[in-house]
């Protein structure tokens, strides 16, 4: 069975018929979402047992110098990775259904689906079409999101209920911190938590033939597990994107808080709740920057408006910085993309004033972050 940190778990449904937080709607929204959850979980859990049997090489597999993007979120990291991916002949990368789905028998499953659907009129494509608009379409304009489209691995951590991510549906940061930072989960669910990614890793390569190529991933919350998965490959290479906070912060509260709407519509913008997000994204600046020793050299720093102005040259440095061969065919199209895509911007504004937060808090909050990166006050 997969690891879930059970005890996390039941504090958090603990939280959802407290006093303070009971709703007809929040509990209504809970429920859903974890009987999705679990009809998912069953499923890998089974489908991941007959990976054991079925598919036993992939244990086999060696992730090789994996090459992971990060920041805070909102800071480029999906408009970096999705030119990188584009980059197939050097790099394996996640789609969100490899995430929610992480067995070998469901991506065997999958392929077979696609080659059905090839012969039928494309129902199956139709389908996912629907599914995407019924479920991500949301976050069009924020942070487009389909099933089939290149995406980070936080789908992976929900079903060991140790991802922040979940403060989406739990909004309860005081309440259920153990979410906040797997890295300070106790020894025996670390080792638990890094051995079930490191296996849903090698089941993607090794079904995706992706052996000889450099693993490719993107992560806005990898500092909260920066030990557990810089332990497990220790030959990682980081790309860390910065950006001024007085940007990142607002956007990323309207993102993380985009389905509080839906199932929290009492807490307002102008919240403690909301302000719990400025907070963690201090928080998780500070333990990278505390820990990036791990890193040592395999660290390249970037600066999020030379993405938005060049964002070729920035993948083209990153491929010189870390010895990768940029092949003829791939830069060509790099550049296409890049011109097409250059300047990009997000359809929604939003301020650290809607939010009740200040910008002197924020600055002494992250001094050194301005001081170093010479961010603009």
Not at 113 to 140: T, V
Request: one cysteine or more; aromatic letters at 16%; charged letters at 25%.
């Amino acid at each position: 069975m997969i690891f879930v940190d059970l005890s996390t778990f039941f504090q958090a449904l603990k939280c959802v018929f407290s006093r303070r937080w009971r709703s007809p709607r929040r509990i209504l929204w809970t429920f859903i979402s974890l009987f999705a959850v679990t009809a998912v979980y069953l499923l890998n859990s089974f489908c991941r047992l007959l990976d054991e049997l079925l598919f036993p090489g992939y244990r086999k597999v060696t992730v090789r110098r994996p090459l992971i993007i990060t920041a805070n979120p909102r800071s480029g990291t999906t408009f970096l990775h999705r030119l990188l991916s584009l980059d197939r002949e050097t790099f394996a990368c996640f789609s969100l259904y490899q995430t929610i789905f992480p067995s070998i028998v469901m991506y065997r499953l999958f392929s077979l689906l696609g080659k059905i659907d090839g012969c039928c009129g494309r129902p199956f494509s139709k389908c996912l079409a629907w599914m995407d608009r019924r479920f991500f379409g949301g976050w069009n304009g924020i942070h487009s999101i389909g099933l089939e489209r290149t995406e980070e691995d936080e789908a992976l951590f929900l079903f060991n209920f140790a991802t922040p991510a979940l403060y989406m549906l739990f909004p309860f940061f005081r309440e259920v911190p153990a979410l906040r930072f797997g890295d300070r989960l106790r020894e025996r669910k670390r080792k638990a938590l890094a051995r079930y990614y490191e296996a849903s890793v090698k089941r993607f390569l090794y079904a995706s033939g992706g052996g000889n190529r450099i693993f490719l991933a993107k992560s806005v919350l990898f500092s909260s597990r920066m030990k557990i998965i810089t332990g497990l490959f220790p030959d990682a290479r980081v790309v860390y994107l910065v950006r001024n906070p007085y940007e990142a912060l607002p956007s990323t509260i309207g993102l993380f808080t985009a389905m509080w709407r839906v199932h929290s519509p009492d807490i307002p913008r102008n919240s403690e709740e909301s302000r719990e997000w400025a907070r963690l994204c201090i928080d998780y600046f500070r333990y990278f920057n505390a820990n990036r020793d791990l890193l040592d050299s395999r660290l390249m720093t970037v600066n999020y408006d030379d993405l938005k102005r060049n964002p070729a040259g920035v993948v083209k440095r990153i491929y010189r910085t870390f010895g990768i061969t940029l092949g003829p065919a791939f830069a060509d199209r790099l550049d296409r993309e890049s011109v097409k895509n250059n300047n990009f911007r997000s359809n929604h504004s939003y301020s650290l004033e809607e939010y009740g937060i200040e910008r002197d808090w924020v600055y002494r909050e992250l001094k050194d972050m301005f001081d170093e990166y010479g961010l603009k006050r």
